[in-house]
């Protein structure tokens, strides 16, 4: 019997006979239904998950036509990890005239916002530069990143520190506080750089601390809509199931811990974002079709929920795809095709 050449979710290679495969696809969407509450994908789905894995290619795309939109988070800082240091109004111009980016991302070094405040005046200008050498949207982004509040680097107690002395009220008090502060740094670097010409705002990596990260991303995004009501913001999670680090937080009467794609993106509704990128993480020890019909389970109801623009997010070690530096473009493709075409997904 032929052998079906694949991945594991680390990226080493994996070959499985069709059966196997079949297994393996069904596991991955139980596990789905299973953690999130998700239906079945349909038979034909899985047919479709069958095929695109049996194919011989090296590289799968979408027919013209299915093409979709795709955003970008930390443009800037990935052009360096190839080793190509160029300044990063340079690093926009490749990511538009070499690569063919759809939209553009300015981005420092230190990704989030809290670190921005002392240097926003800088930022600014970098954008105008960027803003005269490109044409494409060009967004700015940042992580809200609450790990930064705490001590001994940030104001604010660390609650990972006095949850273990039973100290839950005063954790629960120094993340709310941090809440606050986050969302003002927000505000503070979005204002700013939406003034000085940014096309939209991206907070990525939205969730990484939690309930209390969510929060404040929530919050913000909700303060920047009403007071700019044509901003765009782009919200991408951290995660696909929101940790409850506090455990008491609400946003719109909706407890935020435990929350799974589909409930993250009617919140991120609600608040006013503009696109909304979910995520499912990948795990190591299964083959790349358990993770992705994973994914797709997870995210199909969400897309098919939304009302605004869904851009699931493919990359290291999320949506399928492996979890190594340079993701080997076999099972990226053939992720990101049958992410777009099963979920119907706006982009990627």
């Not at 079949?22 to 079945?40: K, T």
């Not at 039973?166 to 927000?186: L, P, T």
């Not at 993480?281 to 009302?307: D, F, G, M």
């Amino acid at each position: 019997m032929s052998k079906i050449l694949t991945r594991m979710g680390d990226g080493s290679p994996l070959s499985m006979t069709e059966a196997e495969l079949r297994a393996d696809l069904e596991d991955g969407i139980a596990q789905a239904m299973e953690n999130g509450g998700v239906p079945e994908l349909e038979q034909e789905e899985i047919e479709y998950l069958v095929d695109l894995f049996k194919r011989p290619d090296r590289i799968v795309g979408v027919p013209p036509g299915r093409e979709v939109i795709l955003t970008y988070d930390a443009g800037t800082l990935k052009i360096k990890r190839h080793s190509l240091f160029e300044d990063r109004v340079n690093a926009l111009a490749i990511y538009e005239r070499l690569l063919g980016a759809d939209t553009l991302e300015l981005c420092h070094v230190d990704y989030s916002y809290k670190t921005l405040k002392p240097i926003v005046s800088y930022e600014q200008g970098t954008l105008e530069q960027g803003l005269v050498n490109t044409h494409a949207p060009l967004f700015y982004g940042a992580m809200p990143n609450l790990g930064l509040y705490t001590q001994p680097d940030g104001p604010f107690p660390n609650p990972m520190e006095l949850l273990p002395h039973g100290k839950i009220k005063e954790g629960r008090e120094s993340y709310d506080r941090m809440v606050g502060s986050a969302v003002e740094d927000i505000c503070f670097i979005a204002e700013a750089m939406w003034e000085s010409g940014a096309d939209a705002i991206n907070l990525d990596t939205v969730g990484a601390s939690g309930d209390p990260d969510f929060m404040a991303s929530l919050t913000a995004v909700e303060k920047l809509t009403r007071k700019y009501p044509d901003m765009p913001i782009e919200v991408g999670m951290a995660g696909e199931f929101v940790l409850g680090m506090h455990g008491e937080m609400f946003y719109d009467g909706v407890r935020l811990a435990g929350l799974y794609p589909l409930d993250q993106l009617k919140l991120a509704e609600k608040a006013g974002a503009t696109i909304f990128g979910p995520v499912v993480n990948t795990n190591n020890n299964e083959s790349v079709p358990w993770n992705l019909a994973r994914t797709i389970a997870l995210i199909k109801p969400c897309s098919q929920a939304a009302k605004i623009p869904v851009h699931a997010n493919m990359g290291m070690g999320v949506g399928a795809v492996p979890v190594t530096d340079y993701p080997p473009v076999d099972a990226v493709s053939r992720a990101s095709r049958a992410m777009v075409e099963l979920c119907k997904l706006d982009g990627l």
